[in-house]
């Protein structure tokens, strides 16, 4: 049996905030903001939006590209690092609100890596026969754990949700390899305070986020039994121009095969990879059965790579 994404999906909120808005607030420039991240604009949600209602629209999204209905899944998976509250689990809440009845619902948190997480966790059952459909949700409302004051932290991120379905494929498609992997001694360097705000050693998860990326991505060309050469898609995890560019060039990738979606939205964690994966299908840079592979890193610290031939 092969697990693969049969009905992708997202939402971003409406409202957008410019390089030209964070200069009226804090001590920083669109020329610095553009050159050292690559980032333009945010989205950022309404203060009457919480992060399941960004799930619950993307959710809706991808049920909707894979033709099935909510009560034919078996599990929904979150991942974020910013529930509505510790719990119920933004999975619960979304769980009543689509309708998925027969739905077991758990959240889980593996920051910028956690929509990896989630596609991994769901394969396994997937493959298992366990389920015929695991919902994958990677939300975040980033905005509400932002420090409007740290210039440092405050221009990187955004908020937004993906979504996506996975079940059976045809044989030689879906989720081909994986490589998940974690340090937590590396957790001091991008946390949450007491104060509910991230704090991030910009540094450190750089020069981590250099590495990792590269390695992971080798790693699951490799094991899927391919060379570099035979990838026709990227999609590294958007949290800077240049660690997107780094990953590029170590798998000596031309411009045109690689997500580069980081100037619209910023860096919206979980939503990060499955946003980038939509907009890339959308604009017709992935076609069915390419090879694509899917790398992120994250705080824990944590990351999660994919090969994937895509197409049901
Ligand atoms: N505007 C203007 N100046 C700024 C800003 C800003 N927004 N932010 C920092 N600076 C200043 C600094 O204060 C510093 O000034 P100083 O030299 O006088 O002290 C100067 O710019 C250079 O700072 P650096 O930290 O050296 O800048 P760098 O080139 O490393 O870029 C950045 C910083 C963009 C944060 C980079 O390190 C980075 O992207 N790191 C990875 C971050 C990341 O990916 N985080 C997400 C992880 S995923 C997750 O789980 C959320």
Known sequence: MAAGLVGIGRYIPEKIVTNADLEKIMDTSDEWIRTRTGIEERHIAGDDQDTSDLAFFAAEAAM?????????????????????????SVACMIQERLGAKNAAAMDQSAACAGYMYGLITAKHFVEAGTYDYVLVVGVEKLSKITDWSDRNTAVLFGDGACAGIVGNVSEGRG???????????????????????????????????????????????????????????????????????????????????VAKVISKYGNTSAASIGNAMVESVENGKIKDDDLI??????????????????GK
């Open 64 to 88: 909707k590209d894979a033709g099935i209905t909510a009560d034919q899944i078996g599990m929904i998976l979150v991942n974020t690092v910013t529930p509505d509250k510790p719990f119920p």
């Open 175 to 257: 989720i081909l390899a994986f490589d998940l992997g974690a340090d937590g001694s590396g957790g001091k360097y991008l946390y949450q305070d007491e104060a509910d705000h991230i704090i991030m050693n910009g540094r450190e998860v750089f020069k981590f986020a250099v590495r990792q990326m590269g390695e992971s991505a080798l790693k699951v060309i490799e094991k899927a039994g391919y060379t570099k050469e035979d990838v026709d898609f990227l999609i590294p995890h958007q949290a800077n121009i240049r660690i997107i560019e780094s990953a590029r060039k170590r798998l000596d990738l031309p411009e045109d095969k």
């Open 293 to 310: 592979v899917l790398v992120g890193f994250g705080g824990g610290l944590t990351w999660g790579a994919i090969a994937m031939r895509y």
